[in-house]
């Protein structure tokens, strides 16, 4: 089975630091894995992907998250937060082996919250 | 180009009443998969489509929740006897054979 956990449920931060939304992940095979967001009363947006390759993965906004394996982990991070990434942020797995290997395995959201 | 679109956007019912809901997915995309979110919760898996297969229902929570889809086209989640605890907003995702899955804006659904 596969599982994805996002231990905070909140982050806050000041509006030009660095922000970082954490997730781990199990699976039994290689992980694709993937950062979403969602503004409020809206569809999820996706923000970016790990396949393979480079562990440091760029996606829209300015974001990019970083793979590494040892770890299980998957963090979200941004050089300096804006006051619109403001969201809710989920994390998700997909385990490429095996059956059902097409379903993605949701954490349970972080809300970001950045301060003026 | 257009992305996922659902209808309606909010759907307000009586208990017992049944519903349906509509997601159009993104021309091409051959897979669809529904998805619920109850509030301050993360995505539920419903159900999964991909071209003529049979669908993945093991989501589904009780025999009141249905789907169907025509090919790679339009899909419909249908509940009947609605309970108040099917109160949610109900996403539907569409992909083409590859990982990243495109999310339409969603349906909420209360159920009075």
């Known amino acids: 089975a596969q599982s994805v956990a996002q231990p905070e449920d909140q982050v806050n931060v000041a509006e030009g630091n660095p922000l970082t939304v954490k997730c781990t992940y199990s699976v039994s095979g290689n992980p694709y894995l993937f950062w979403y967001v969602q503004y409020p009363n809206r569809g999820l947006q996706f923000l970016l992907k790990y396949i393979t390759g480079d562990n440091l993965v760029k996606g829209s906004y300015g974001f990019e998250a970083e793979f590494n394996k040892s770890q299980t982990s998957f963090h979200l991070k941004k050089p300096s937060a804006l006051v619109s990434d403001s969201a809710l942020y989920f994390c998700a797995v997909r385990d490429m082996s095996g059956a059902g290997s097409y379903q993605l395995t949701f954490g349970k959201g972080t809300k970001l919250s950045v301060i003026p | 180009g257009a992305g996922v679109s659902q209808s309606p956007s909010n759907k307000v019912t009586e208990k017992g009443k049944d519903v349906e809901l509509r997601c159009d997915p993104i021309?091409?995309?051959?897979?669809l998969y529904w998805y619920r979110q109850r509030l301050g919760q993360g995505l539920e898996f419903l159900i999964y489509?991909?071209?003529?297969?049979?669908?993945?229902k093991s989501g589904l929570p009780s025999d009141r929740f249905s789907a169907e889809r025509t090919g790679e086209s339009v899909s419909t989640l249908t509940i009947q006897r609605t309970q108040q605890e099917d109160s949610a907003v109900y996403l539907c995702a569409s992909t083409l054979p590859s990982p990243t899955q495109y999310f339409g804006p969603g349906t909420r659904l209360t159920v009075l």
């Open positions: 021309s091409g995309h051959t897979a």
């Open positions: 489509f991909q071209g003529n297969s049979a669908p993945d």
